[in-house]
Nanobody, 123 residues
Framework: QVQLVESGGGLVQAGGSLRLSCAVSGRTFSNYAMGWFRQAPGKEREFVTAIAWNGGMTLYADSVKGRFAISRDNVKNTAYLQMNGLKPEDMAVYYC????????????????WGQGTQVTVSS
């Protein structure tokens, strides 16, 4: 059984930064592309960013380009989302997910999902 556990969410002022982590256990982490998604109250879950198994390819939603950065450590079996310049509209529950390809993640198709971590941005 694959488990994904997010951490690092919290309350931050607009313009601030947070780093989310997604720890993966149960399967070979480096076999999977990893992605981050978010869902705000009353809205559908949306793609934020994804990274290939070896870090060689990354994709970002237009809304976060230049502010967010995804990375991964295949030794620590962990993916990260560095979020800078946070805006109130970034406030959501953030989920990580694992899939066979980056392009699958971009269309919200994933093999495994985490439980989510809340990010709150105060204006």
């Amino acid at each position: 059984q694959v488990q994904l556990v997010e951490s690092g969410g919290g309350l931050v002022q607009a313009g601030g930064s947070l780093r989310l982590s997604c720890a993966v256990s149960g399967r070979t982490f480096s076999n999977y592309a990893m992605g981050w998604f978010r869902q705000a109250p009353g809205k559908e879950r949306e793609f934020v960013t994804a990274i290939a198994w070896n870090g060689g390819m990354t994709l970002y939603a237009d809304s976060v380009k230049g502010r967010f950065a995804i990375s991964r450590d295949n030794v620590k079996n962990t993916a990260y989302l560095q979020m800078n310049g946070l805006k109130p509209e970034d406030m959501a529950v953030y989920y990580c997910a694992a899939s066979g390809s980056v392009t699958s993640l971009q269309t919200l198709r994933a093999d495994y999902w985490g439980q989510g971590t809340q990010v709150t941005v105060s204006s």
